[in-house]
């Protein structure tokens, strides 16, 4: 194998159903450099990583390895070309040792006692880089970074020359991730090439010889980072000034539906993911809470609507604490949820259109008449649904999984807001959508704020969340950077404060901010 | 020209779609039979014909496939709310036994004590309140531990079969069987009628034909119901909509245990009079209802139908066993076969699999 | 005394043979994360086939690989419908055994009382079956015996200590990873499932030309059961599984031996299935207690790619 000296992507586009993810796209990196890929989420930065790891074909473009043009159709292409990836969401066998795990992929490793071969191997190529890592380990035994470390040894050991790394911090300790630093810096001083996907600031500045900022499939910029500032990449990420758009009509608020105290919630892996979050959500009000996903929003929705127990703190809805109520009693008592991933948690796929329209409101009058559901009030409440929301249907008698996503989501915002609920959580309503589907339900939203009703919107769409906030609180880390609303100066850094970078204290629930 | 073959996964089928393609299945496994028959050196057509001229060509043939239908429709009808929740229950052998165990205690404890209709009343009742918390022990051994329920329910298959020897040949056994594991016969009051001239025992003929129809309109028409099938359709949208698991699975289960149960007590007070050997009374019903579900598309009502078709291949079986020299596993054959083509059918219901010309 | 320890020793090791290889073979399949119940029909296939081969040919050992490929190309039924058509394995699995049943008693049937002239005799180790004691039990058995134990062994060996195995069982655990690393997901679970029946069909005929010499219809008698029972037991460790079906084995032994002290046969004939579950509920309880159990984490769950 030879050495990469240089890599380029050369005018590549991909596109999904017609939509772009990809738009001739245009990236170099050379031997010893870590390049930072930067952007929000659904900019297309992993999608341009699947292409050049393999997993996906561009529609066009070409990849030049040391000049040369090469075809990489599969990870074993790739693989075969020195290029490794380290996946977000680790492809790691849990049960298995860390020698288990490497051997799988590794080609030269003898059929007989694999493990033993490799487990040598690894004390080698560890300390060559600064790894402890025990062989004999269990995955499931090992911390995120030590796992992470696992999926650096197992591209090393097919002599990645670059390294492609999806978010690597995302899961690490600040103390992992300093670690993840300076291995990644012996690895380039040998001659090593990284691409880091990050939308983390002070990460790029910190690590990156180079920055490409894409947006919307589109590369928005290219920099040296000793040419550039924080506050200019965040504008080259966000995409433009910003400003709190005005085309919605001014309401005065209405009074509090809800009250979040000190609230805590753990996530799934015992970590903090809500860490002490106080807000306050009123009528004729939209409240955005802005951020790049897995900062706690999932939680926190999770906890307000009564799918996740709080640890500590409260949640008022009016004058009721409905702190650690079952899901039911949160929808019976005014909250509805518009989930993110509407297909995994939002509708049964197999089952009617108008026996999804009263899913969670199945078991209440009128639907439910002593043990049994009244389908002729069902269907008429369906039928009004799909004509009120404009859902494209040939009937209503077909499984719900033969719509469209966006007149999936449009049933479901329907199903949602019908019951005028005091408060409507959505989160990333308009994910995937077209822009059709996008403007009908943001107009939902906003209507019924008009109505008002409240509204807590968890969105890391940022157009979105101007075009239709009242506020914007920016949550890093399971805390507020910031509650933002119109006309406040600091809505420019918004971009910093995603990324962690800055953090303003406000008035509790920018009490100051009547608009 | 180059042709390829386009799998994709179909959104939406029509209910004729559907029909069709359990009609091609069992086509398609009625030929690969005839393939077997053939190979043995037998008529395929000829042995076919028998089978159901055995069982629905004469009406002594037919008298006896009413009689095996009804316990294959109660188990099976039971089943369809288990497997529309998704839950495995492969138990129902034992959750028969169960109902048939409880419904020979009290045969025998209160048979001659109580009035003729209150004993049947009860050992009904007694009998699915068994096969009910025969079957409650699955569900709860997965919604508290996790353990799966294909296992469990095929473990306790066996645990009750040789717990119901067990009786039969000790502290059961009948002093007036001369020796055989029987229990001793039920007194008569606590005997199901037949209709005359056949061993169809008339109540729980009825009362399977009123479980189905309960059954459809608990699926279909209750809440209860579409939580069951929202569970097994999406348990993380179950969640989202606020159902509970728990309470749903026992519930769901104990359904379906409690009609095995009373399968059980139909075959023990209808026809046998006595509790004895699990493979006399039982004869595989739990197993072959499994077939007979899936075969209804876990519809209630179109298990009367299935019941009846499995039935009349279990009597055909015994018809053909006799006039061809046969052995008994030859029921088995079509059972299995069948059952492998209607999976292999879902494969095309699932799937629009198309003929697409290659055109790079 | 002696003689009659000796012997139940013995019967005992006879006993577990085809459990342990019926359990071995499921555990192989379900390493690879197929899930497959039809064991009991694959034991039947295999039982008849071994028989009708070494009744025409007078040959045990040309029964004895009729089995093998007979209980390989069976399981092919189960391997296609829930690899390639990706349905249900427990139905796919309950029809394998209901089919497999119905086929061995059809093709059985003229063979029924008509034992073999010869049959899979004792070979005796030389020196090692003078050993006292130990020589009678264990090296004086059927080729079943030592052939089982080599199968058992080897089959832990090539699971654990190469290569192969780690894809099998990455294969069983996480069919993405593999892929990611360019193993054929399809391709393993095929080879899994034919294995399993192979050694599924060894067992089977381990019953009709070594255990006994004729051909009884069902003459399974439920083993195919105690299998899947046993492969739990075992914790998906061929070692564990030696243990496992010797203990089961030897409750078949007992079962009717212990009769006349006053314990029911029907109680030891309940005990397999009962430790299962108490093994399953010890382990059920906790969140370790799972992952101690080693259970594949992708059992019977069909691999559709690109799926997340």
Not at chain 1, 268 to 274: I, L
Not at chain 2, 352 to 360: A, H, N, V
Request: proline share 4%; glycine share 12%; hydrophobic share 45%.
């Amino acid at each position: 194998m030879h050495r990469i000296e240089t890599l380029e992507m050369k005018g590549i586009s991909k596109s999904f159903h017609g939509f772009y993810a990809n738009k001739n796209i245009n990236l170099k990196i050379s031997s010893g450099e870590v390049l930072g890929l930067l952007g929000e989420n659904g900019a297309g930065k992993t999608t341009l990583m699947n292409i050049l790891y393999g997993l996906y074909r561009p529609d066009s473009g070409e990849i030049l390895i040391n000049g040369k043009a090469v075809r990489i159709k599969s990870p074993k292409d790739s693989m075969g070309s020195g290029i490794g990836m380290i996946h977000q969401h680790f492809m790691l066998v849990q049960n298995h040792t860390v020698a288990e795990n490497i051997a799988l992929g590794f080609t030269d490793v003898p059929f007989f006692f694999p493990e033993k071969y490799i487990r040598k191997k690894i004390h080698r190529i560890s300390a060559q880089f600064g790894m402890e890592i025990d062989p004999d380990k269990k995955i499931w035994q090992l911390s995120a970074g030590e796992q992470q470390k696992v999926e650096i040894l197992k591209a090393l050991f097919l002599e990645a020359e670059l390294l492609i790394m999806d978010e690597p911090t995302s899961v690490l300790t600040p103390q992992e991730a300093d670690d993840l630093f300076d291995i990644i810096r012996k690895m380039t001083s040998g001659g090593h090439s990284i691409i880091l996907i990050s939308h983390k600031l002070d990460e790029i500045m910190g690590i990156c010889n180079r920055v490409t900022v894409l947006r919307k499939g589109e590369t928005v910029g290219e920099a040296f980072v000793r040419d550039i500032d924080k506050k200019e990449l965040a504008i080259m990420m966000v995409g433009r000034e910003v400003f709190l758009s005005f085309d919605k009509k001014p309401l005065p608020r209405g009074e509090m539906v809800l009250n979040v105290k000190d609230l805590v919630v753990y996530g799934d892996r015992g970590n903090k993911a809500v860490n002490s979050l106080s807000f306050s959500v009123y009528r004729n009000e939209v409240f955005g809470i802005a951020g790049v996903s897995g900062n706690g929003q999932r939680e926190l929705v999770e906890a307000i609507t009564g799918l996740r127990k709080a640890s500590s703190g409260e949640i008022i809805l009016e004058d009721d604490s409905i702190t650690n109520e079952s899901a039911r009693v949160v929808n019976t008592r005014g909250i509805t949820h518009v989930p993110e991933e509407r297909i995994r948690f939002g509708i049964v796929p197999n089952l009617f259109i108008y026996e999804n329209a009263i899913l969670k409101k199945h078991h209440s009058h009128p639907f439910s008449r002593l043990l049994f559901l009244d389908y002729d009030m069902i269907k008429e409440h369906t039928e009004n649904i799909v004509e009120r929301y404009n859902i494209a249907a040939p009937s209503i008698n077909v499984p719900v999984k033969s719509l469209s996503g966006g007149n999936i989501q449009k049933l479901i915002i329907g199903r949602e807001i019908e019951s005028k609920p005091a408060l409507l959580v959505a989160s990333h309503p308009t994910y995937g959508l077209d822009i059709g589907a996008t403007e009908y339900i943001r107009k939902q939203i906003l209507n019924r704020r008009e109505e008002g009703g409240g509204v807590l919107l968890v969105s890391e769409d940022l157009e979105e969340l101007f075009e239709i906030c009242d506020r914007i609180a920016v949550i890093f880390k399971g805390q507020f950077m910031g509650v933002l609303s119109a006309g406040d100066s600091n809505i420019k850094d918004i971009g910093l404060m995603m990324t962690g970078s800055l953090k303003i204290e406000t008035e509790q629930d920018g009490a100051s901010d009547e608009v | 020209m180059k042709y390829r073959i386009d799998i994709a996964p179909r959104s939406g089928i029509s209910g004729w779609y559907s029909a069709v393609i359990v009609l091609i299945s069992l086509a398609a496994g009625l030929l690969a039979i005839g393939f077997i028959f053939l190979i043995k050196g037998v008529n395929p057509f000829y042995a076919i014909a028998r089978i159901f001229s055995g069982s629905f060509g004469s009406f002594y043939g037919f008298k006896e496939t009413v009689t095996k239908a009804i316990p294959l429709i109660l188990i099976a009808g039971g089943l369809t709310v288990a497997y529309r929740g998704k839950f495995w229950n492969i138990g129902a052998e034992s959750q028969l036994l169960a109902g048939a165990a409880a419904a020979t205690w009290i045969a025998l404890r209160w048979g001659g004590l109580l009035p003729g209709g209150t004993v049947i009343f009860l050992m009904f009742a007694g009998g699915f309140i068994g096969g009910a918390l025969w079957g409650i022990i699955p569900a709860i051994l997965r919604v508290r531990f996790g353990i799966n329920e294909v296992i469990s329910t095929l473990m306790l298959n066996y645990v009750g079969a040789e717990f119901i020897k067990m009786l039969v040949i000790g502290p059961w056994k009948g002093k007036t069987q001369f020796g055989f594991p029987y229990t001793d016969d039920f007194p008569d009051n606590a005997i199901l009628s037949v209709l005359p001239g056949s061993r169809i025992h008339t109540i729980t003929l009825i009362l399977a034909v009123l479980a189905v129809v309960f059954l459809f309109f608990l699926i279909f028409r209750t809440r209860f119901g579409y939580e069951v099938r929202v569970i097994g359709e999406n348990q993380e949208a179950a969640k989202y909509a606020g159902i509970d698991f728990v309470k749903t699975t026992v519930l769901m289960m104990m359904i379906s245990g409690g009609l095995a149960g009373i399968a059980g007590v139909g075959e023990v007070a209808g026809i046998h009079h006595h509790l004895t050997y699990p493979e006399s009374i039982s004869s595989g019903y739990g197993f072959t209802a499994i077939i007979v579900a899936w075969l209804a598309r876990l519809n209630p009502l179109l298990v009367i139908i299935s019941g009846l078709f499995f039935a009349g291949i279990l009597v055909g079986g015994d018809a053909i066993q006799i006039s061809l020299n046969l052995p008994a596993a030859t029921v088995d054959v079509f059972n299995g076969i069948i059952l492998v083509f209607l999976i292999m059918g879902e494969y095309f219901q699932r799937n629009s699999i198309s003929l697409i010309r290659k055109g790079e | 005394m002696e003689q009659i320890i000796i012997s139940i020793l013995k019967r005992t090791l006879i006993a577990g043979t085809p459990l342990l290889l019926g359990t071995v073979g499921e555990v192989i399949t379900q390493r690879g994360g197929v899930m497959n119940l039809g064991i009991e029909g694959m034991m039947a296939v295999g039982a008849v086939s071994g028989f009708i081969v070494t009744f025409t040919t007078g040959n045990p050992w040309l029964g004895f690989f009729a089995s093998l490929v007979i209980g390989a190309l069976f399981s092919l039924i189960h391997g296609f419908v829930s690899i390639t058509l990706k349905a249900n394995q427990v139905v796919s699995g309950l029809a394998l055994t209901m089919l497999g049943l119905g086929i061995s008693g059809l093709w059985g049937k003229p063979y029924i009382g008509k034992p073999l002239a010869v049959k899979m005799g004792s070979v005796k180790i030389p020196f090692l079956s003078d050993i006292p004691y130990v020589g009678e039990i264990i090296f004086n058995q059927d080729p079943y015996f030592y052939i089982s134990v080599f199968l058992g062994i080897a089959a832990w060996f090539v699971l654990f200590k190469t290569k192969a195995g780690i894809a099998v069982r990455t294969v069983g655990e996480n069919p993405k990873a593999a892929e990611t690393q360019g193993v054929n997901v399809s391709l393993i679970q095929y080879l899994c499932v034919m294995v399993g029946g192979a050694y599924s069909g060894l067992a089977g005929s381990h019953l009709s030309i070594a255990y006994s010499k004729s051909w009884i219809e069902g003459m399974t008698a439920g083993r195919g059961w105690i299998v899947v029972a046993l492969t739990i037991f075992a914790m998906w460790d061929p070692r564990k599984a030696f243990a496992g079906a010797y203990i089961f084995g030897g409750i078949f032994v007992l079962q009717y031996l212990l009769q006349p002290l006053g314990i029911s046969p029907n109680f030891l004939g309940m005990l397999p299935y009962l430790t299962t579950l108490a093994v399953l509920l010890v382990y059920g309880i906790s969140k370790e207690g799972h992952r101690k159990m080693h259970a594949p984490a992708h059992l019977g769950e069909p691999y559709i790619r690109g799926e997340r």
